[in-house]
């Protein structure tokens, strides 16, 4: 093209080179955690036996839950039940107590009464906060982080295409018996060019969903520094009064589910159901009810609906329903967070997300082949980024492993210098985790083949750990409509075998004995 | 059965465009020709197909999702074909030559 | 002094990812609150105008880091990202 320089395409070059050694780990780590949460809540149910329940269709009554919460719950001013489905069969309960902290419970739909839980952060307590804000809170800096890598992926995706002088003739192409490095580069420039849409949606999507946060300044300078204004416009947020002291009977909330979910269905034309229940300020005059769907199960667009309700008369005080670009806007975040049950895009969106993982992993790893001869053995920095890409690949692959062995292991009441049971878990997962990079480290290229046998390992295990310490393994989890622990467990399999294949190549290519004979090119 | 019959338009759509270039087509046939003009047209034909499938199946707010998608894995098995095993194609190399040229 | 970046010193450099990403926000930001105020001014809701402005966001920031990284006038182009934000922070606190 007449229009893209030389000078333009090496900046190009320089950006996207720059940009992607900088947070090419940062990016993996995100689009990996990103890709376990799709799973999160199978993985919940695998990590956290006592909720593997197959779900009920009845309805749960909340006045029933209400009747049955505990004491401190009564009096709090904030309790929430997230409604059951299929993926999440127990009901989400949790509250916040006297001492501002949040009490979290999962309660059996068929009794109300809490589920004896295995302490474990699981998937959506530990993968899904790791992929938001890299469990780094101070400050929300693991969200600007996030967000960085997430803004960087967009210049990347764009610069790529500049870059790429052939994407039209070479859109097909994959030559994967040549030298590493062309290999690598073609499965690199494959990987993005197939999933480029999926790729280019989710950072958008994502940036979009923490928006309030990324731009606070321009959101709550257009509504005049009211930001309360801004949330109850933009999403339908309630500012709920404070307890005025006076006590008042709550009016029962069924009533007003079924009110709020006809409204909602009348307006949508097809039935609309609540996912979250909350009641604010309960026992007091001040009450109020909020209903929302937060996630419909038939639609993309997410969060459409609110109802808000007076406690102790039953009346509607809010009815909310986005506005129209607020709901193409809410369209794009619930493409993001594909909490709708259509389950080939499920595991289409799985795909596009380790075919993420491995463009990824291929950039990088192509840095790495192209300097190879010429820094290997000379520069720290080369050492630098291989011992970081060991580790932020193979190595956080293999600390999930360890995670998830360490749920099967660790007994229910394991505690260590105040760390209770989740807490350990999560150790494992970090200690693993800085291991792998030492490993890569010291061991430099063999560390790959090394890690991929151990990811293998890892995965076969954990499986049988899921058969030894529970009572339902992939085989009779079809059977018995655990169908969560049969998809974890053959995800697994799967994914130890990938694994293998992988360290066999990857040993094969550091055997002196040279590579495979190239078979005839293309 | 729609969404089976939009995978399959997806991908002989991208099996047509891949064809239709010369490095593939001479891969496939082994020879120094070229792929009937038509081809590529009828490539793009069958990616548009797919589409509508896509859409009449899930509607245009899963479909936006769904199609960019099923595009991917149908350009997916096209490379692997290609990468792995060319000749497999050659029976249908053979038919657009004769019908097309 | 103009040069492609690849034989650019590290203050430009520097300069560059300021002007690019810093510059490119505080521009984004202005960009949001200026839409949110002057939209409103030709009927559209207040809240859809901010969505609308937040969805836009991306398509103005990913092109000024673009532009930043391939410009051979570094200087003029970093001026010209900050003195576009001044000029929408000033549109949207007047309006």
């Known amino acids: 093209m007449a229009r893209i320089t030389p000078d333009f395409r090496h900046a190009m070059h320089w950006a996207h080179t720059w940009l992607g050694v900088v947070l090419g780990i940062v990016m993996f780590a995100v689009f990996w955690m990103g890709t376990l ?28 839950l209400l009747a049955q919460i505990p004491p401190e719950a009564r009096a709090s001013d904030y309790i929430n039940f997230v409604v059951p489905s299929e993926r999440h069969p127990a009901i ?59 803004l960087a992926m967009l210049i990347l995706l764009v610069s790529g295409l500049f870059i790429h ?67 109850a416009e933009m ?98 975040q619930g493409a993001h967070f594909m909490q709708f049950g259509h389950w080939p895009l499920r595991w289409l969106y799985f795909l596009g997300g380790l075919g993420g993982c491995v463009m990824i992993a291929t950039g990088m790893l192509f840095w790495l082949r192209s300097r190879e001869s010429r820094l290997a053995n000379a520069s720290l920095g080369y050492r630098v980024v291989e011992a970081l890409t060991i580790g932020g ?27 209770g049971r989740a807490g350990l878990e999560i150790r494992v997962f970090w200690l693993v985790w800085l291991g792998t990079y030492l490993h890569a480290a010291i061991l430099r290229e063999r560390a790959w083949g ?51 294949c992988t360290a066999m190549r990857l040993t094969a290519r550091t055997d002196p004995l040279g590579a495979p004979a190239a078979l005839p090119a293309e | 059965m729609l969404t089976i019959a939009a995978l399959l338009a997806a991908t002989s759509g991208c099996l ?56 991917g894995v149908s350009a997916l098995i096209t490379v692997a074909i290609l990468a792995l095993n060319p000749a497999l194609l050659a029976s249908l190399a053979k038919l657009l030559a004769d019908r097309g040229g | 002094m103009a040069g492609a970046i690849q034989h650019d010193g590290a203050a430009r450099i520097v300069w560059r990812l300021l002007a690019g990403f810093g510059g490119g926000y505080a521009l984004v930001s202005a960009f949001v609150a200026a839409s949110g105020k002057l939209l409103p001014l030709i009927g559209m809701a207040r809240g859809d ?31 010209a990202v900050l003195a576009v934000a001044t000029a929408l922070v000033l549109l949207a606190r007047i309006v």
């Not at chain 1, 809540?41 to 029933?64: A, F, G, K, L, N």
């Not at chain 1, 607020?326 to 794009?332: L, N, P, R």
Request: hydrophobic share 50%; aromatic share 12%; proline share 5%.
């Open chain 1, 92 to 150: 989400g309960f949790f509250y916040q107590g006297a001492d501002d902290t949040f009490h979290d419970n999962a309660l059996d739909p068929a009794t109300g009464q809490p589920l004896e839980q295995t302490d474990s952060l699981a998937g959506s307590g530990f993968f899904y906060p790791f992929h938001l804000s890299l469990m780094i809170e101070w400050q929300n800096l693991g969200y600007w982080i996030v967000g960085l890598a997430a």
């Open chain 1, 165 to 231: 002088r052939k994407i039209i003739a070479e859109f097909f192409v994959f030559r994967p018996h040549r030298k590493a490095r062309r290999a690598t580069l073609d499965l690199h420039n494959l990987s993005s060019l197939i999933g480029l849409p999926f790729y280019f949606l989710m950072p958008f999507s994502g940036l979009l969903i923490f928006a309030f946060l990324y731009l606070p300044w321009g959101i709550s300078e257009a509504f005049d520094g009211d930001m309360d204004a801004a949330y």
């Open chain 1, 235 to 332: 999403t339908g947020d309630y500012a709920v009064p404070a307890r005025s002291g006076r006590t008042a009977p709550l009016a029962s909330v069924d009533a007003m589910k079924r009110k709020a979910e006809a409204l909602w269905s009348a307006e949508e034309g097809v039935p609309v159901k609540t996912n979250l229940v909350r009641v604010l300020n309960h026992g007091d005059a001040n009450a109020v009810v909020y209903f929302r769907n937060t996630f419909p199960d038939d639609r993309v667009v997410l969060s459409e609906y609110v109802a808000v309700f007076d406690g102790p008369s039953g009346r509607l005080i809010r009815n909310f329903s986005l506005p129209p670009i607020g709901e193409a806007s809410a369209w794009i």
């Open chain 1, 37 to 64: 949460t799709i799973f999160a809540p199978e993985i919940d149910q695998w990590m956290i036996p006592e909720t593997r329940i197959v779900h009920d269709e009845r309805d749960v009554s909340y006045d029933h």
């Open chain 2, 16 to 71: 047509l465009l891949a064809l239709s270039q010369r490095r593939h087509w001479q891969a496939v046939t082994r020879t120094a020709s070229r792929a009937p003009s038509s081809v590529r047209p009828a490539g793009w034909g069958m990616i548009g197909a797919s589409l509508v499938l896509v859409v009449m199946r899930e509607g245009t707010s899963f479909g936006a999702l769904l199609w960019p998608m099923l595009i």
């Open chain 1, 450 to 500: 090394q890690q991929c046998w151990a990811i293998a390992a890892a995965g076969v295990t954990a499986v049988m750990l899921n058969a030894a310490t529970t009572s339902n393994n992939f085989l009779t989890a079809s059977w018995s409509g655990h169908r969560a622990v049969a998809i974890m467990d053959i995800v697994l399999l799967a994914g130890a075998g990938l694994a293998a």
């Open chain 3, 49 to 79: 105008a901010v969505s609308l402005a937040l969805m836009l966001a991306l398509l103005v920031y990913v092109p000024i880091c673009l532009l930043m990284f391939a410009t051979r006038h570094p200087v003029r182009d970093g001026l």
């Open chain 1, 393 to 419: 690949v193979s190595g956080i692959i293999l600390a999930t492993g360890a995670f998830l062995i360490a749920n099967r292991l660790l007994p229910a009441d394991a505690t260590m210098v105040g760390t």
